[in-house]
């Protein structure tokens, strides 16, 4: 039965896969706000004073961190809540799933969401505990009631043919 969950390295991968995504879209967006920022600069220079320079960058930091955050829980929560796979989830041949077997929703993908952020939030500990759980829970899983299954994946199925 053990076989049936999906283990801690490919999890991993499947996690580092999703992340790259994530971090193409957030270098994409930090380019078009740095190109905004400059542009703003350049059109008023002689009106900014050094203070206002660094306000203004602390307020495009703090936007910037605010929207990659926003952006991983809208990809974590509408992927995992409709199909229960991420692109990482679909290549290595995982899915998430209620453990009760009930379908999932949006509501279960955000709360799987928050648990990354709590798993995340304790040296990875929540992360960490998918290797030694019986049934590969992290505590992201424990929180939102999921398990992560291994199906078939793109890599399989073209061994097999």
Not at 53 to 82: N, R
Not at 85 to 102: C, I, M, W
Not at 131 to 155: E, S
Request: charged content about 15%; hydrophobic content about 50%; proline content about 1%.
């Amino acid at each position: 039965m053990e076989d049936l969950y999906g283990g801690f390295w490919r999890r991993m991968m499947a996690f580092l896969i999703d992340k790259m995504i994530l971090f193409g879209i957030s270098l994409f967006l930090f380019f078009i706000g740095l190109l905004a920022l400059g542009l703003g600069f350049l059109s008023h220079y002689r009106e900014f004073l050094p203070e206002q320079v660094a306000e203004v960058t602390i307020t495009f930091v703090f936007l910037y961190g605010c929207v990659t955050v926003f952006i991983s829980m809208l990809y974590f929560t509408y992927f995992h809540g409709t199909t229960g796979q991420t692109f990482g989830k679909v290549l290595f041949g995982l899915k998430v799933v209620q453990a009760t077997g009930e379908k999932m929703t949006l509501g279960i993908g955000f709360l799987r969401w928050v648990g990354y952020v709590i798993s995340a939030a304790v040296i990875n500990l929540g992360f960490i505990w998918i290797a030694i759980d019986g049934r590969k829970q992290g505590w992201h899983d424990k929180i939102a009631g999921t398990v992560v299954i291994r199906v078939k994946n793109i890599v399989n199925e073209q061994e097999m043919s």
